[in-house]
């Protein structure tokens, strides 16, 4: 028997894993092998590992929580309802902080998709127009509805899939198991681990995503659950093929080179192209990073805009989706026109922002919704009160590690 709050029909289990898996894998990706240089393959694939358990697992405690309410119900609504107003202003500046800081740093850094579009015309726009253009165009898309976001996800991660096979395979087949497993330098691996522990929690962020998901299917849990189980652990397999594929191909030596110019894309392609010359490669990482931007930019948008008409009280009408989009998109776009770079001190703050809202909140939230809804039936994460306890640590663990990096107090491989 279909639930009352189900959608009329039935949607799509490819269409919300690919919501996940978009809104996962991002273009900062590829500061994942720079991040992990000092632990090398075997501790980064664990910590990843790891990591990609308790993210999955905070948002199925999330899930849990928010299917005791009405489907359209976001994080102000859960917090208020379960935990009080003290935690309800914390995890709504926290949450807030984080997907407009990600918002705007998307739409700063989206107008070079833009051109890159259109440069087959010759034509040139100047960042603040391309970053507007692009704005403009996904933030239609966010507005028309769930069902529009999961098409262009859907679309893009297959481009995605497509253009990293392309990218990588040939790094694939050069692949050193000596490098791999064997590196070279120094043989300390494990004091690295914890200064790579955050950018691993920023690599699952997924969780802005949960009541959207809710809103999308209704009260269908098992879709739900497969959906952020299949996302998550496509996002896993796309970071460990990719650092199998960097991590064989190049000595760990050579990411003291890599680290000193910036680690950011373009020098660690640089470097992978000294190996394996290739203008394929170049340019199907080039377009798979555009296409991560995108798809991220949707899914964390998506989350944002559902927060914001749960907050203020918008509803699903076309003006009350029109008064969301204003408040989702209008300040971040603001910021991003006129401070096209202003996002990299806010950013370290908002990994641990982070860990607040999509971590330590949920498990708390499902402790307090089992006692709420006691006598209530229906879906609840195995594991019992361990697994929240476990979820929590890990995100107190994760904080800790993000403040003492920020001090300079954690070792941090430069080669």
């Given at each position: 028997m279909k639930h009352s709050n189900s959608p009329d029909k039935p949607r799509?289990?490819?269409?919300?894993?690919?919501?996940?898996?978009?809104?996962?894998?991002?273009?900062?990706?590829?500061?994942?092998?720079?991040?992990?240089?000092?632990?090398?393959?075997?501790?980064?694939?664990?910590?990843?590992?790891?990591?990609?358990?308790?993210?999955?697992?905070?948002?199925?405690?999330?899930?849990?929580?928010?299917?005791?309410?009405?489907?359209?119900?976001?994080?102000?609504?859960?917090?208020?309802?379960?935990?009080?107003?003290?935690?309800?202003?914390?995890?709504?500046?926290?949450?807030?902080?984080?997907?407009?800081?990600?918002?705007?740093?998307?739409?700063?850094?989206?107008g070079s998709i833009v051109n890159h579009a259109i440069s087959f015309s010759g034509v040139d726009l100047p960042p603040s127009a391309a970053a507007l253009t692009f704005a403009v165009v996904l933030a239609v898309i966010v507005m028309i509805s769930t069902k529009a976001v999961d098409r262009f996800t859907t679309i893009m991660i297959g481009g995605m899939v497509i253009s990293f096979v392309l990218a990588i395979g040939n790094l694939w087949l050069e692949i050193d198991p000596v490098k791999l497993w064997q590196p070279d330098g120094e043989q300390a691996f494990s004091p690295y681990l914890w200064a790579a522990i955050p950018f691993g929690l920023t690599s699952f962020g997924f969780h802005g995503n949960v009541p959207s998901l809710v809103k999308y299917y209704g009260h269908q849990p098992k879709q739900i659950?497969?959906?952020?189980?299949?996302?998550?652990?496509?996002?896993?397999?796309?970071?460990?093929?990719?650092?199998?594929?960097?991590?064989?191909?190049?000595?760990?030596?050579?990411?003291?080179?890599?680290?000193?110019?910036g680690g950011n894309m373009g020098v660690l392609v640089g470097a992978l192209q000294s190996v394996v010359a290739s203008d394929l490669m170049n340019s199907m990482l080039t377009l798979f990073a555009n296409l991560a931007v995108a798809s991220s930019f949707l899914g964390v948008t998506l989350g944002l805009f559902d927060y914001v008409?749960?907050?203020?009280?918008?509803?699903?009408?076309?003006?009350?989706?029109?008064?969301?989009?204003?408040?989702?998109?209008?300040?971040?776009?603001?910021?991003?026109?006129?401070?096209?770079?202003g996002f990299l001190v806010a950013i370290g703050f908002a990994g641990l922002a982070a860990t607040i809202w999509a971590v330590i909140v949920p498990a708390l939230m499902a402790y307090r919704s089992r006692i709420l809804f006691a006598e209530a039936k229906g879906f609840r994460v195995?594991?019992?009160t361990a697994l929240i306890v476990l979820v929590i640590l890990f995100g107190v663990l994760t904080a800790v590690c993000h403040l003492l990096s920020m001090a300079n107090i954690l070792p941090v491989y430069q080669g």
């Open positions: 799509s289990l490819l269409g919300g894993a690919m919501i996940i898996a978009g809104t996962t894998v991002g273009a900062g990706m590829f500061s994942l092998p720079v991040t992990g240089a000092g632990m090398w393959f075997s501790y980064a694939a664990l910590m990843l590992v790891g990591v990609w358990f308790c993210m999955w697992m905070s948002g199925l405690l999330l899930l849990e929580t928010n299917l005791h309410f009405e489907p359209g119900a976001s994080f102000d609504t859960l917090t208020r309802k379960t935990l009080g107003q003290f935690w309800r202003v914390l995890n709504g500046a926290s949450i807030a902080f984080v997907l407009y800081i990600l918002t705007y740093a998307y739409i700063s850094g989206g659950v497969k959906a952020i189980s299949f996302g998550t652990f496509f996002a896993l397999v796309i970071y460990l093929g990719w650092m199998m594929a960097t991590m064989g191909n190049l000595d760990r030596s050579a990411f003291s080179d890599i680290i000193s110019a008409a749960d907050l203020f009280g918008f509803d699903d009408s076309r003006s009350g989706r029109m008064k969301t989009s204003l408040v989702t998109f209008v300040p971040p776009t603001i910021m991003g026109i006129l401070f096209p770079n195995p594991g019992g």
